[in-house]
């Protein structure tokens, strides 16, 4: 079988830092990609992760940990225009590769 | 460049009827999926295509159908439309492996009445 999970909801301040969780069991990891998703938009690539370790693109850092399922996304210097929702998606090994999304997490930054 | 390009983008259908999603891209990329999103939820993969004559079912491929006859368009089928699958559907397209990303069409808004 395969699950992804994620905070439904989280609030932040203006120039603060957020982390936003995904944790996924899925049968043949091959990747761990991070969108954005504006209210009424299509989704946008934020980053990808396959190894272990931290990925660092300006403002928008993230990490995995493939021994325990678990990934985040961290965003520093929280802008008004960061509130969106933020998709965790895996790449499935199966007999094709395949992408799944987690539920997202709908981030509102207030002042 | 257009990239993903999605018609129509919105429709009200009846139940009962039968209509096509249209999705084409110019990127020259191999793989390409049909999403499905409902109000406040993630994306659910309904079919994707890895090239021109071979697809595979997703997590809800039940009430839809898909062909590949291509590989810059994959239609999305519906039939016999139900009010289950209202929803705002999207086609995304990307090459095959490594971190490559997905780029996604601006979506089809879809009413079943």
């Known amino acids: 079988g395969q699950n992804i999970d994620q905070p439904t909801e989280m609030t932040a301040t203006e120039g603060a830092i957020v982390q936003i969780n995904c944790t996924y069991q899925?049968?043949?990891?091959?990747?761990l990609f991070w969108y954005q998703q504006h209210a009424g938009e299509a989704p946008t690539f934020l980053s990808y992760?396959?190894?272990?370790g931290l990925e660092e693109k300006g403002r928008f850092s993230s990490f995995l940990s493939r021994s325990k399922g678990y990934s985040y996304l961290l965003l520093k210097e929280l802008q008004m225009k960061d509130s969106a929702s933020y998709l965790c998606?895996?790449?499935?090994?199966?007999?094709?590769?395949?992408?799944?999304f987690g539920p997202g997490t709908s981030l509102s930054v207030i002042p | 460049n257009a990239g993903v390009t999605q018609t129509p983008k919105f429709r009200i259908l009846k139940i009962g009827q039968s209509m096509t999603l249209q999705c084409a891209q110019d990127?020259?990329?191999?793989?390409m999926y049909w999403y499905r999103q409902d109000p406040g939820m993630g994306l659910k993969l309904i079919y994707y295509?890895?090239?021109?004559?071979?697809?595979d079912k997703g997590e809800v491929p039940n009430g839809y159908n898909v062909s590949r006859s291509t590989t810059e368009d994959f239609p999305l089928r519906l039939e016999l439309a139900a009010p289950s699958q209202t929803s705002v559907y999207f086609c995304?397209?990307?090459?095959?492996?490594?971190?490559?990303?997905?780029?996604f069409g601006d979506g089809t808004r879809l009413s079943i009445l």
């Open positions: 899925t049968s043949g990891f091959n990747g």
């Open positions: 295509s890895v090239g021109a004559g071979i697809t």
């Open positions: 998606a895996v790449r499935m090994k199966t007999s094709y590769d395949k992408v799944i």
């Open positions: 992760n396959v190894l272990d």
């Open positions: 995304a397209s990307s090459y095959l492996t490594g971190n490559q990303p997905q780029h």
């Open positions: 990127m020259n990329h191999n793989y």
